[in-house]
């Protein structure tokens, strides 16, 4: 089974005034979620967060209304069609009877493959970004409890006289002849899956575009030298490209100097309404969503700037963010945020401003949305970048009703620690190698 | 950018360490115009940073419901930061604190608004207790003749080798402001733009710190000068800032005991206190001399932690020093340079003072670990200043000191300053000390200070204050 982490994005549009009706009924489901954690947890094993809420109708660029819509947003481990199911069977009456206020829903909807069939139907592109790769929701708390029990195994060793003096060799040896002995832990005889074919997979659509320009670049060299008319064709593909990027940024510099209209200041009482849904002790989420800027090419270079994310998903990297998504809504017109972090949006939106480099990796996203910081060739700040991008976040910020966590207690940093000491079991190390890994514990 | 330091209040570019009394007063205005009047009376008074008195100074600091009740107006008043106006102990402020349990506002002997309102605190120094005594009651006659109420008066006394009471060397790593310096370069992390802490000046995101501000119309005297990011305010903030106020208790003998409970004898129970802090009792980072004390570091504070201790196995990454001021190495972020420039953001200057008697002279640990417990309070009265409360002090209180899962920590708080806790979603009372072949962990810790007072204060500059004093 894939262990690759995915998102996944269902929306329809619905009548503005039914907003309210399907806010009471998203926080009553919210509320059974939270006292039925166990039962979520075993009926969608795949899912490690829902963020389900509804969304009012918006302006876009002066006077366009943007629709009011519901959105239910999962982040989820393996294989689409099956995580749809594992929805489908578990949330399948909830999901309709939210999803029963919008038109968009049919009504003929009476069973389990038509309700699979309108998600996949009003499933949207993201462009999608996970911080703990390749964790499916089920090791999580076995990983922890094994690292936690070696933990307490080695603590009492560590009073036996000479023990600290081991070699590390020797402690791995200890640890995994401790593990042999408890039943409980069979499973992690079986190893771990191998992440090759999950890497491959999330590399590939990299690899077949820089295969394809790197082809393109070396058929341009050799139609120099030899004469097929194909060299030359194919060899067109790749300045063609670099052109088709020049003429993109030449016609956003310009939309660029379109007089740059700022959000007005948040309001305390909306930022109260904000902060006060994020008090769980470790995760919290945020959902933030704007029109974009008046401009075509705002809304073609955001989503060229997503369809870029996702070929580049591999490497990124955001602290402290277990999972992150970036969509475009109401033909790219609306720019959709959604991210699960470690404790509170003010220190998490920190993440952001305070680096150089993601500073200027936030602008090829949120430069585009409306009275966020304007910007110069995309990426070159303006003044007062800091304190406008704070802000744009905080007046687009939406209320989620449902929130569905399945874990609560672990940091990206713990999940990543625990995941990195379970995966070293029985595997040759160097000694280097030990001393590393036993800091896991 | 020049500073104008005749505009500014002495505080904000020296801690008078010469003059070894000091005492903060915290009041209660009574009555409008008497409050305007003994603002102005009082202003001639105040010590601008241009002077460096040997024998007393005197700086002032309003609360939001100081400047609220001398009817600054409403512009004014709503330009104020949200943490400023709503106070340390409005309830989403508290969490970010994470004053609850021992911690809480309710347990706390100033600066609860519930118990009673503080409008603004004097701090007077002088040279010695004597010339304290005598300003003291001078400011006590002036504050009565105008119908301002003495709160409280918080005692403060320095502690010898510049230590605090559970017998380290405090104080050490101190931000440098870079208009301050002849010819500056900029050092990430050890040099800063005045605007981190002085309103009215470019901070490091190259951006004037939000201040308070007020509409030209109503400074018809043009007292204050043009708010820098505002073609039609004045700025009220220009050369004040934001003075954060904690006072916090210590438990020596709580602090020592535990140790010793922890340790097979003194020596280590002091090399664990040392793990906990960061620094030897004399102050050498654990860093730079991980297995000994060295005197001749006392004061060192040329090091990282990205090339020299990532893993923890010198200073361990929950260490009090690594939350407060982490340098060059966040574990959650991947290079030097990014750390670095997330660390640069959450500075503060400090300026507080121990208080409360020691329990013993000169403060050696194993000295301390041989007293028997005494009744007596002591502490710190941490003050800082900052031109961002949220960015700066609680960002660092929320996210670096109390997270329990700071650095990929997991039932952490900071050992020496966290608010130590089980309940049932959190556990914040270990602390895991990185060591082959396994890491230890100190167990069920108990608070070793505990919040007793707190507020937050606006300390302004001298055109601002007389604004105040004198606007319609």
């Given at each position: 089974?894939?262990?690759?982490h995915?998102?996944?994005t269902?929306?329809?549009?619905?009548?503005?005034q039914?907003l309210?009706?399907?806010?009471?009924l998203?926080?009553?489901f919210?509320?059974?979620?939270?006292n039925?954690?166990?039962q979520?947890?075993?009926?969608?094993?795949?899912?490690?967060f829902?963020?389900?809420?509804?969304l009012?109708?918006?302006v876009?660029a002066?006077?366009?209304?943007?629709?009011?819509?519901?959105?239910?947003?999962t982040?989820?481990?393996?294989?689409?069609?099956r995580h749809?199911?594992?929805?489908a069977?578990?949330?399948?009456?909830?999901?309709?009877?939210?999803f029963?206020?919008?038109?968009?829903?049919?009504?003929?909807?009476?069973n389990?493959?038509?309700?699979?069939?309108?998600?996949?139907?009003k499933t949207?592109?993201?462009a999608?970004?996970?911080?703990?790769?390749?964790i499916?929701?089920?090791?999580?708390?076995r990983e922890?409890?094994?690292?936690d029990?070696?933990?307490?195994?080695l603590d009492?060793?560590?009073k036996y006289?000479?023990?600290?003096?081991?070699?590390?060799?020797?402690?791995k040896?200890?640890?995994?002849?401790f593990?042999?002995?408890q039943?409980?832990?069979g499973w992690v005889?079986?190893?771990?899956k191998?992440?090759k074919?999950?890497?491959?997979s999330?590399?590939?659509?990299l690899?077949?575009?820089?295969?394809?320009m790197?082809?393109s670049?070396?058929?341009?060299?050799?139609?120099?030298?030899?004469?097929?008319?194909?060299?030359f064709?194919?060899?067109?593909?790749?300045?063609?490209?670099?052109?088709?990027?020049?003429?993109?940024?030449?016609?956003?510099?310009?939309?660029?100097?379109n007089?740059?209209i700022a959000?007005e200041?948040a309001?305390?009482?909306?930022?109260r309404?904000?902060i006060?849904?994020?008090?769980n002790s470790?995760l919290?989420e945020m959902t933030?969503?704007?029109?974009?800027?008046?401009?075509?090419?705002r809304?073609i270079?955001?989503g060229?700037?997503?369809?870029?994310?996702?070929?580049?998903?591999?490497?990124?990297?955001?602290?402290?963010?277990?999972?992150?998504r970036?969509l475009?809504?109401?033909?790219?017109?609306?720019l959709?945020?959604i991210?699960n972090?470690?404790n509170i949006?003010e220190?998490?939106a920190?993440?952001?401003?305070?680096?150089?480099?993601?500073?200027?990796?936030?602008?090829?996203?949120?430069?585009?949305?409306?009275?966020?910081p304007?910007?110069?060739?995309?990426?070159?700040?303006?003044y007062?970048?800091?304190?406008?991008?704070?802000?744009g976040?905080?007046?687009?910020?939406k209320?989620?009703?449902?929130?569905?966590?399945?874990?609560?207690d672990?940091s990206?940093?713990?999940?990543?620690n625990?995941?990195?000491?379970?995966?070293a079991l029985?595997?040759?190390m160097?000694?280097?190698?030990?001393r590393?890994?036993?800091?896991?514990? | 950018?020049?500073?104008e330091l005749?505009?500014?209040q002495g505080l904000?570019?020296?801690?008078?360490?010469?003059?070894?009394?000091?005492?903060?007063?915290l009041?209660?205005?009574?009555?409008v115009?008497?409050?305007?009047?003994?603002?102005?009376?009082?202003?001639?008074?105040?010590?601008?940073?241009?002077?460096?008195?040997?024998?007393?100074?005197?700086?002032?600091?309003f609360?939001?419901?100081?400047?609220?009740?001398?009817q600054?107006p409403?512009?004014?008043?709503a330009?104020?930061s949200?943490?400023f106006?709503?106070g340390m102990?409005e309830?989403?402020?508290?969490f970010?604190l994470?004053?609850?349990?021992e911690?809480?506002?309710?347990?706390?002997?100033w600066?609860?608004?519930?118990?009673?309102?503080?409008?603004?605190m004097?701090?007077?120094?002088?040279?010695?207790?004597?010339t304290?005594?005598?300003?003291?009651?001078?400011?006590?006659t002036?504050?009565?003749?105008?119908?301002v109420?003495?709160?409280?008066?918080?005692p403060?006394?320095?502690?010898?080798?510049h230590?605090?009471?559970?017998g380290?060397?405090?104080?050490?790593?101190?931000?440098?402001?870079?208009?301050?310096?002849?010819?500056?370069v900029?050092?990430?992390?050890?040099?800063?733009p005045?605007?981190?802490?002085?309103?009215?000046?470019?901070?490091l995101?190259?951006?004037?710190?939000?201040?308070p501000?007020?509409p030209?119309i109503?400074?018809p005297?043009?007292?204050?000068p043009?708010?820098?990011?505002?073609?039609?305010?004045?700025d009220?903030?220009?050369?004040g800032t934001?003075?954060?106020?904690?006072?916090?208790?210590?438990?020596?003998f709580?602090?020592?005991?535990y140790?010793?409970?922890?340790g097979k004898?003194?020596?280590?129970?002091?090399?664990?206190?040392?793990?906990?802090?960061?620094?030897w009792?004399d102050?050498?980072?654990?860093?730079?001399?991980?297995?000994?004390?060295?005197p001749?570091m006392?004061?060192?504070?040329?090091?990282?932690?990205?090339?020299e201790?990532?893993?923890?196995l010198?200073c361990?990454?929950?260490?009090h020093?690594?939350?407060t001021?982490?340098?060059?190495?966040?574990?959650t972020e991947?290079t030097?340079?990014?750390?670095?420039?997330?660390?640069a953001?959450?500075?503060?200057?400090?300026?507080?003072r121990?208080?409360?008697?020691?329990?013993?002279e000169?403060?050696?640990?194993t000295?301390?670990?041989?007293?028997?417990?005494?009744?007596?309070?002591?502490?710190?009265h941490?003050?800082?200043?900052?031109?961002?409360?949220?960015?700066?002090?609680e960002f660092?209180q929320n996210?670096?000191?109390?997270?329990?899962?700071?650095?990929?920590?997991?039932?952490?708080a900071?050992p020496?300053?966290g608010?130590?806790?089980?309940?049932?979603?959190?556990?914040?009372?270990?602390?895991?000390?990185?060591?082959?072949?396994?890491?230890?962990?100190?167990?069920?810790?108990p608070?070793?200070?505990?919040?007793?007072g707190?507020?937050?204060?606006?300390?302004?500059g001298?055109?601002?204050?007389?604004?105040?004093?004198?606007?319609e």
């Amino acid at each position: 089974m894939s262990t690759i982490h995915r998102g996944l994005t269902v929306t329809v549009v619905v009548e503005e005034q039914m907003l309210e009706e399907i806010n009471a009924l998203l926080m009553k489901f919210n509320q059974h979620a939270k006292n039925n954690q166990a039962q979520y947890k075993e009926n969608m094993p795949s899912t490690y967060f829902i963020s389900w809420l509804t969304l009012p109708k918006q302006v876009y660029a002066k006077g366009v209304i943007l629709p009011a819509r519901i959105l239910l947003m999962t982040s989820f481990v393996g294989n689409k069609n099956r995580h749809i199911l594992e929805l489908a069977n578990f949330l399948g009456q909830r999901i309709q009877a939210v999803f029963e206020y919008s038109e968009e829903f049919p009504p003929t909807v009476s069973n389990l493959p038509d309700l699979i069939s309108f998600i996949r139907k009003k499933t949207v592109f993201q462009a999608f970004y996970s911080g703990f790769k390749f964790i499916p929701p089920q090791e999580v708390s076995r990983e922890k409890e094994i690292k936690d029990r070696v933990f307490e195994y080695l603590d009492q060793k560590r009073k036996y006289p000479g023990f600290t003096n081991l070699s590390p060799a020797k402690i791995k040896t200890e640890i995994e002849d401790f593990i042999k002995k408890q039943v409980e832990f069979g499973w992690v005889g079986q190893g771990t899956k191998s992440k090759k074919i999950d890497t491959f997979s999330m590399l590939l659509p990299l690899g077949v575009f820089l295969f394809l320009m790197g082809c393109s670049l070396i058929c341009l060299i050799l139609s120099i030298f030899l004469a097929p008319a194909a060299l030359f064709w194919i060899g067109l593909i790749f300045p063609a490209f670099l052109v088709a990027l020049g003429v993109l940024f030449l016609w956003l510099r310009i939309n660029e100097n379109n007089s740059h209209i700022a959000n007005e200041p948040a309001s305390d009482g909306w930022i109260r309404q904000i902060i006060e849904r994020e008090k769980n002790s470790v995760l919290n989420e945020m959902t933030v969503i704007s029109p974009l800027k008046k401009g075509l090419i705002r809304r073609i270079f955001l989503g060229l700037s997503l369809r870029l994310i996702t070929l580049v998903g591999y490497f990124s990297y955001i602290p402290t963010v277990h999972t992150a998504r970036w969509l475009q809504l109401d033909g790219g017109k609306r720019l959709v945020f959604i991210a699960n972090f470690d404790n509170i949006s003010e220190a998490y939106a920190h993440d952001f401003v305070d680096s150089d480099n993601r500073s200027r990796n936030m602008a090829v996203v949120f430069s585009h949305a409306a009275g966020f910081p304007a910007t110069k060739w995309l990426v070159k700040r303006g003044y007062n970048h800091r304190s406008q991008y704070m802000n744009g976040v905080r007046v687009h910020q939406k209320i989620t009703q449902f929130w569905y966590a399945f874990n609560t207690d672990l940091s990206v940093e713990n999940l990543k620690n625990n995941h990195k000491f379970r995966e070293a079991l029985f595997k040759k190390m160097d000694e280097d190698e030990i001393r590393e890994w036993l800091l896991t514990i | 950018m020049t500073l104008e330091l005749n505009d500014m209040q002495g505080l904000l570019i020296r801690g008078f360490g010469n003059l070894l009394g000091a005492q903060y007063i915290l009041l209660r205005f009574s009555d409008v115009a008497l409050g305007k009047q003994y603002v102005n009376e009082l202003l001639p008074s105040i010590t601008p940073a241009t002077d460096k008195p040997s024998d007393n100074a005197v700086q002032i600091a309003f609360t939001y419901a100081g400047f609220s009740f001398l009817q600054l107006p409403s512009e004014g008043l709503a330009s104020f930061s949200r943490e400023f106006r709503e106070g340390m102990t409005e309830s989403h402020r508290q969490f970010i604190l994470g004053d609850r349990g021992e911690n809480a506002p309710e347990n706390w002997a100033w600066g609860n608004p519930a118990q009673e309102e503080i409008h603004l605190m004097l701090i007077i120094y002088s040279k010695d207790s004597e010339t304290l005594a005598e300003k003291l009651l001078f400011e006590k006659t002036r504050a009565d003749k105008f119908g301002v109420v003495e709160l409280h008066s918080l005692p403060t006394g320095l502690l010898r080798d510049h230590k605090e009471h559970f017998g380290f060397r405090d104080d050490i790593s101190r931000p440098i402001i870079e208009e301050l310096v002849d010819n500056p370069v900029r050092q990430e992390g050890v040099t800063f733009p005045a605007g981190e802490f002085i309103m009215g000046y470019k901070n490091l995101y190259d951006e004037f710190a939000p201040a308070p501000h007020l509409p030209v119309i109503l400074d018809p005297e043009n007292i204050l000068p043009k708010a820098p990011d505002f073609a039609d305010k004045k700025d009220f903030g220009k050369n004040g800032t934001y003075l954060v106020f904690r006072q916090m208790e210590q438990d020596v003998f709580g602090f020592w005991d535990y140790l010793k409970s922890q340790g097979k004898d003194k020596e280590e129970a002091i090399r664990l206190a040392s793990k906990m802090v960061g620094r030897w009792p004399d102050g050498s980072p654990l860093t730079l001399t991980p297995d000994k004390p060295d005197p001749a570091m006392s004061t060192s504070n040329a090091f990282g932690f990205w090339k020299e201790d990532k893993a923890g196995l010198k200073c361990p990454i929950g260490a009090h020093i690594r939350r407060t001021n982490p340098r060059d190495h966040l574990v959650t972020e991947r290079t030097q340079k990014d750390s670095l420039e997330m660390a640069a953001k959450h500075r503060m200057i400090r300026k507080g003072r121990p208080y409360g008697v020691p329990v013993t002279e000169p403060l050696q640990p194993t000295e301390i670990m041989d007293l028997p417990r005494d009744n007596e309070k002591r502490g710190l009265h941490f003050l800082c200043l900052v031109t961002d409360i949220r960015r700066q002090f609680e960002f660092v209180q929320n996210n670096w000191v109390n997270f329990h899962k700071f650095g990929g920590l997991e039932h952490d708080a900071d050992p020496i300053i966290g608010n130590h806790y089980k309940s049932d979603t959190v556990i914040s009372d270990e602390f895991s000390i990185p060591e082959y072949p396994i890491r230890r962990k100190l167990k069920d810790m108990p608070n070793f200070t505990v919040i007793k007072g707190g507020s937050y204060f606006f300390f302004p500059g001298l055109r601002a204050l007389h604004y105040l004093a004198t606007h319609e």
